[in-house]
């Protein structure tokens, strides 16, 4: 069963950094693509960053520029780096897979790391 964990968030000044770590278990990392998302008190989850099977990534119009997605497959990892921190990048924040079983396509999500952003 494929589980997801990260780590990294915390209490961080407009203007700084942190970096998100999601580590995967129970599957080959390599064939999944990766994606982080957020979600923000009162408002819905959003795509912030995605990295693709051969390590291509996407990102958010609001995040373009100061966030970088990467992976390190021999770790079974992605990361998030996050620059240059606005307090409306407070939020929690979600890795997040699929994965085929017998019954399908299926969504599998981190328990969340929250990030605080003070102005």
């Known amino acids: 069963q494929v589980q997801l964990v990260e780590s990294g968030g915390g209490l961080v000044q407009a203007g700084g950094s942190l970096r998100l770590s999601c580590v995967a278990s129970?599957?080959?990392?390599?064939?999944?693509?990766m994606d982080w998302y957020r979600q923000a008190p009162g408002k819905q989850r959003e795509l912030v960053a995605a990295v693709t099977i051969g390590g291509d990534t996407n990102y958010a119009d609001s995040v373009k520029g100061r966030f970088t997605i990467s992976r390190d497959n021999a770790k079974n990892t992605v990361y998030l780096q996050m620059n240059s921190l606005k307090p409306e990048d407070a939020a929690v924040y979600y890795c997040?897979?699929?994965?085929?079983?017998?019954?399908?396509?299926?969504?599998?999500w981190g328990q969340g790391t929250l990030v605080t952003v003070s102005s």
């Open positions: 997040h897979t699929r994965t085929i079983t017998p019954q399908g396509l299926r969504e599998v």
């Open positions: 129970g599957t080959v990392f390599r064939v999944h693509a």
